[in-house]
């Protein structure tokens, strides 16, 4: 059996995400659902599109826009005013607008490169971010002006990177007033953050906020149209992060947080003065964990929030759960007038995500059944319900309209050119959810299998859950290479309840090693063709840490890993995300060290293969270079991949085959000699070619 194209096809349809309809949004007449979509699963070019009753239209295509579209150029993003009448979008650094009515996209004479183009809710203007500056120009390109512009060379108006904590559609730095006539902006100064820690020479400029290190100074100011400005005021040592922000029907707001993140404040700003008040603060002595899209406010005022309960995380409106114990929040999609529409993970099934509603009138209430990771949006009536499955990848789309038969979106996402064979499990007495991936070809009692544990098992994200996404394909194509695969999610993931959750406080890798070793042994006890001594572990980002801490700590159990783009010093990362779990290293270091992969170089002794895209702009590449020079130091043989021009995240790159393939002839080399005589060994350096 010749190797699956799956590498070709992650390459060719960008991770399985071409073709299928995304960023979907509906008009408050519930007649209109806007949507971004390429026209075929191989084409790069993203379209804007529009349903009406039952028919797709094609509103805005690049390729028809640009004289000579560049391969990939197309709609990222793209926003509307109240009626979602105006819609703009940003195209190759230049500023496009269009009329729902009827106009065709034309071309605005705005300052590039243009960034985050937002109508104001009248659909007379459109503010933009360029250069650093916040510009304005009227809807017809008329009128063009500066509103704020930098008064330094490390300052911006318009952006706010920690906003994307709260914001459903990505970090956002301004926001216009309900008439039209004022915004309240974002003020970014980064003078006094670092540079960014380079690996060779680098002139890039770039600058990064790493843990115990100075983060940006982030102030909002009221803007008007006449140009008057208002700075806003609150105690901005005491919460250094502004981590969301907006102006709703009561005014302008933002929620700030403590440089510890032990307490969050939702601060209501008087536009006339810039004075605030707080409206909620939560607290919590590991963190305050945050919500997309809250804290909120409804039509009538009421504020929701959340609260972490008896290991639940409640929907809460003014103060009171509204949300049933066991019944896990996880994003706020919106709020219609009153009506607010989430989604949530019962604690006895967190693989699986549900869409639920609030409404005044019938109280809350479950809008999805299949066993899947569902989300949506919803206004006027309509509601549009995404669900990702577990048949295959690619979203369902389905626009639900009051009284009408649904309509589902075509999605042209190509079928996977291979099969999943895997098994769902529960494992131990902490109940781990797993799944097992196996080779098609495999047969049972044919020999033993070597084990490639596969995990993330870090705090953002879950691996093991009902939905098929192409992290699942890839395991199942290690799997075809003779492997039995093992992706399990321990203590610190997400959808456990806020208890499981902070399991990670303090340490990032004591328990969520523990955990990967746990499902291991259970796993083999359920299936006895696993080879416990033929195991290997494969990572990216902390997927990647948690693989090097395996043959560092427990080289009992795990004889070869490839960690990819991770985090080996935990003080060269991003304040925000790892002073959350391990505190301020001035008042911490202990944790620090404990966690630092790098300390711990001189125990290596199982092969270890590092791989880091040097353009990745998350985890800093210098981490993989800086565990390679302690490993040399130390004496200890290891493999270093650096790759020129990769970013975080190369699978789905022109790289992905060549990047994959290193991988699983690096584990065969080094898993052989533990297996050499089994007819299993055969199959594998047999199988891949």
């Not at 300052?111 to 183009?117: A, E, I, L, N, T």
């Not at 953050?193 to 100075?214: E, I, L, N």
């Not at 005022?301 to 996880?330: I, W, Y």
Request: glycine fraction near 10%.
């Amino acid at each position: 059996m010749a190797t699956s194209p799956l590498p070709q096809q992650l390459t060719r349809t960008h991770r399985f995400t071409r073709g299928a309809p995304t960023r979907p949004s509906v008009s408050p007449d519930g007649r209109t659902v806007l949507f971004l979509r390429t026209r075929a699963a191989g084409d790069p070019v993203t379209c804007l599109w529009s349903l009406d009753a039952e028919t797709e239209h094609v509103l805005a295509d690049p390729a028809r826009l640009l004289p000579h579209p560049q391969d990939g150029a197309g709609i990222e993003a793209y926003a509307t005013d109240r009626t979602a009448d105006l819609i703009a979008f940003a195209l190759a650094g230049e500023l496009w607008a269009l009329r729902l009515g009827g106009s065709q996209p034309h071309r605005l004479p705005a300052r590039g490169p243009v960034s985050d183009p937002r109508p104001d809710p009248t659909g007379r203007r459109i503010a933009y971010v360029s250069s650093g500056a916040l510009r304005v120009t009227d809807a017809d390109g008329a009128g063009d002006r500066v509103l704020a512009e930098p008064d330094g060379p490390d300052v911006e108006f318009g952006t706010a990177s920690h906003t994307a904590a709260t914001s459903l559609d990505g970090p956002r730095g301004h926001w216009w007033s309900p008439e039209g006539t004022r915004l309240l902006v974002a003020r970014t100064d980064s003078t006094a953050v670092h540079p960014w820690p380079a690996v060779g020479a680098d002139d890039s400029g770039r600058r990064f906020a790493a843990v115990g290190t100075p983060n940006p100074d982030v102030t909002l100011w009221v803007i008007g149209l006449n140009g008057r400005t208002t700075q806003t005021s609150w105690d901005r040592a005491a919460s250094e992060y502004v981590v969301g922000a907006g102006w709703d029907p009561h005014g302008p707001y933002a929620v700030v947080q403590s440089r510890d993140q032990r307490t969050v404040r939702f601060l209501a700003i008087d536009p006339a003065d810039g004075r605030t008040t707080v409206l909620c603060e939560q607290q919590d002595d590991r963190w305050v964990h945050l919500v997309p899209g809250l804290p909120a406010r409804t039509a009538s005022g009421a504020l929701l929030a959340h609260a972490d309960l008896h290991d639940t995380r409640h929907l809460t409106m003014d103060g009171a759960s509204v949300t049933p114990p066991g019944l896990n929040l996880r994003t706020v999609l919106g709020i219609d007038g009153d009506d607010v529409l989430f989604t949530a993970s019962d604690a006895d099934e967190p693989t699986e995500t549900h869409l639920w509603s609030l409404r005044p009138a019938e109280g809350l209430r479950r809008l999805s059944a299949d066993a899947a990771v569902h989300s949506g949006v919803r206004s006027g009536g309509t509601l549009v319900r995404v669900t990702h499955g577990a048949d295959r990848p690619g979203d369902r789309v389905d626009v639900l309209r009051e009284g009408k038969p649904a309509v589902t979106l075509a999605s042209y996402v190509e079928r996977p050119v291979l099969d999943l064979r895997m098994n769902q499990l529960v494992l131990g007495p902490l109940e781990l959810r797993a799944r097992l991936h196996l080779p098609s070809w495999y047969r049972q009692g044919s020999g033993p299998l070597p084990v490639l544990v596969d995990p993330y098992g870090g705090p953002a994200a879950q691996r093991v859950t009902a939905e098929v996404d192409w992290k699942v394909l890839v395991s199942q194509w290690f799997a075809e290479q003779g492997f039995a695969v093992l992706a399990a999610d321990g203590r610190g993931t997400p959808g456990r309840g806020p208890d499981w959750e902070r399991e990670a406080y303090g340490d990032l890798f004591g328990l969520a090693l523990d955990d990967q070793v746990t499902a291991l042994h259970q796993a083999a006890r359920r299936h006895p063709e696993l080879d416990l001594g033929c195991v290997g572990i494969r990572g990216w980002s902390f997927g990647g840490s948690l693989a090097t801490a395996a043959v560092l700590r427990r080289p009992d159990v795990f004889h070869t890993a490839v960690a990819g783009a991770c985090v080996t010093d935990q003080r060269l990362y991003n304040a925000h995300w790892r002073e959350r779990f391990l505190g301020h290293p001035d008042r911490y270091p202990e944790r620090y060290d404990a966690n630092s992969l790098v300390l711990e170089a001189p125990k290596l002794s199982r092969p270890l293969l590092l791989m880091h895209g040097l353009a990745d702009t998350n985890v800093p590449p210098a981490n993989t270079v800086r565990l390679s020079d302690a490993l040399r130091a130390a004496g200890r043989p290891h493999e270093v991949v650096l790759l020129p021009g990769v970013g975080h995240q190369p699978v789905g790159s022109a790289i992905t085959a060549e990047l994959l393939d290193r991988q699983v002839r690096f584990l065969q080399r080094h898993l052989g000699a533990h297996l050499a005589d089994s007819a299993a060994w055969a199959r594998l350096t047999g199988r891949h070619t």
